[in-house]
């Protein structure tokens, strides 16, 4: 083709897009608002005027494709002015200020919202990272207007659909991602069209060769088919008719990218899968619904345990149809869905049903609230995950939702998804009753908390007023709900420990002035109070536990006629404190350093980490010089003789490299009643192994007694302790 019948023709492609466009949106919108979505058009084909596609078409064909995806969901028109828009900000000098005095800021800020969620963070390092920051920020903008993400959507959806003449390596970079991210989110919005279409491409992307293999003998056996399913659903159509009702019956076909997956997993011959025919009713009614059931049943013979009553109980993406499997006319199993239109649509838009069936009845502001509330959840879990990995991975579990149901001791029934502990169950009951729980019954057994939950268990949860969540727990738990809870509480509980700490802190220094925390005034504590701008006494307390305030500066301050006084500290006051006991089990606000794991009995030293508290070092560690930079100001502190417990330190052991030499020391060392929890090996020749070994011990004259044991065995070389 010339240039000029290239041009020409890309040219038309142009006009044809925004033709069916305003055909599409005059199926639901009224002119003006036509009018706004062309003048959007108008305004976007000029600013990327001189921009092209990969394949040669002009950019403003890829943001109007975008547009009709979103027009067949009939999307709101501001969402249609977004689409079309979405790359501006981007791709173009044109700033959001314009697009909100030209179009409104509602358009402005959707296509400022598309714009965030493509920009990734430079810092993100590995893949991994990227994908799940990139996650994290979908979910950020989708709690904000969730018309973003299904800009988003549409957005992928076309550039999967031209992915054209990429390199097969991108390709497959992109198809990943759109498995791994974009169809899940789909799914979880109940989008069950999009997110067809995005594993069909994404399949074809990553599996050329098997892609083409599999449709081929699809298409193949089409025709072989034809013949069965029509004798199928003709006889249903005449059953369900003979009684009166009104109904739809479609055979199905199933889509290319589930087939695939059944034939991985569940290791099953294509032939095998092509043996299985499956059917759609479609009802006015619910009862209908059920009707319908009753009847197929009766035509055919049902396999017991194979119905599945989604209608009654949704999925957790607002899913609802029967699903039963019958064996049909040549002894074949038929899959049969039956539904009504409405939940049809709903599993096929989703959430975008929001928009299409506005004024229908209150089942799409169900829905909607239903999801409202699942987002609800994710921004309630981001705000307290770690990082974005951790967000991903409890993410995960919501995006590929497969539900177990549970009961209550009085029957009622709790969904929770698959992979949910005990703890999971309690706080999905109650976050009261997570809080509190201590162990579980399920079928009238004991079990321990961390056991996973199967579908018609009975749990009965055990509470103490005493109990509280465990921070271990955060490594069972699978459910944002459960999570977000636990996390609550431990920052709660943080906080109350940081204020008696706080309380003791001060109080000593105040025993040194001869002074106690109770004989100091009311009215001086509220002068320094409000000369340190802190609210209250409590929130003074927490601040010193957590290290952000030196409690012997506070104590000077509380005691003095002007507080006002800048104080300088030098050595000789820090010389004159007693010093600070440690028991080890003070919980969160005192920690014992890893570099060289203080242990009881060792002579200790500590400074104070701002907002997290005490750390404790061995007065050897040889990060201590390090540190003291950092640290100015020492706090002398000392084990207490009734210090109890087991803790961790670490030997450095050189030992023969011979088999089983590790073996012997694992198990002279938990003769010794003590636990390995790390080994690593350092650095190994022919004869020579070093090792790291981390082990529990109770104080130092366990750890001598350990250590004579170890250099008495015939392969150990040379211990010592690590001490930083
Ligand atoms: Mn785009």
New binding site residues.
Partial sequence: MSIVADNLHHKRLQDELIERLCVTLSGYLDQAQIDDCVRAYEFGADAHIGQFRKSGEAYIC??VS?AITLAEMRMDASGIMAAIL??VIEDTPVSKKELANRFSLEVAELVDGVTKLSKIDAKTQTQAEKQAENVRKMFLAMGKDLRVILVKLA?RL??MQTLGVMPPEKKRRIARETLDIYAPIANRLGMSKIRHKLETLSFEAMYPMRYAVLMQAIKKSHGNRKKVIDNIEGMIKTRIGQSGLECVVSGREKNIYSIYKKMLVKKVHLAAIFDLYAFRIFCETVDDCYRSLGIIHNLYKPIPGRFKDYIALPKANGYQSLHTIVIGPYGKPIEIQIRTHEMHRMAESGIAAHWLYKSDDDKSSKFQARANEWLKDLLEMQKTAGDSLEFIDNLKVDLFPQEVFVFTPKGDIIKIPRGATIIDFAYAVHTDIGNACVSARIDQQLVPLQTKLENGMTVEIITAPWARPNAVWLNYVTTVKARSSIRTHLKHFKQQEAISLGRRLLDKELQILHLHLDTIEEVQIQTLLKVLAVPTFNDLLEDIGLGNKMPFLIAKRLTQDDINANIKLDDQDKSQQAPLIIKGTEGMVITLAKCCHPIPGDSIIAYFNPGKGIVVHHHECRNRSVVRKKHPNWLDVEWSPDAAGDFPTELRIEILNQRGALATLAATISDQGSNIENVTVVEQDERVCVDLITLTVKDRVHLAQIMRRLKDLPIVLKITRVKG
């Fill in positions: 890829h943001p975008v979405h790359d957005d076309h550039n």
